[in-house]
């Protein structure tokens, strides 16, 4: 199944805040990410309900699926760090 569609529920809320974090998009938010992600049918839809809840502002200067596509690559870099780290040859 593509990233794309993958349930919202069965993202990683670790992986997904460290993306956040690592854009620097992360800090003062105000609900918890579980709520956010909870709500969502998919990856880019958690996304997007986080950035127009927490980070509205960014619109005013970034489109919002750049900004979409922006954390899923980051989302993207920590799964692949993660499954380097966990190789046991």
Do not use: N, W
């Not at 569609?5 to 800090?27: K, N």
């Not at 998919?42 to 596509?69: F, G, M, N, Q, T």
């Amino acid at each position: 199944m593509a990233a794309a569609t993958t349930p919202a529920r069965a993202l990683d809320h670790e992986v997904f805040a460290e993306a956040l974090r690592s854009l620097g998009m992360l800090h003062d938010a105000r609900p918890p990410l579980a709520s956010i992600l909870a709500g969502a049918r998919d990856e880019s839809e958690a996304i997007r309900a986080y950035i127009l809840r927490e980070r509205p502002h960014l619109l005013k200067c970034y489109d919002l699926e750049a900004l979409v596509a922006l954390v899923r690559a980051a989302i993207e870099q920590r799964r692949h760090a993660l499954s380097l780290e966990q190789f046991v040859p």
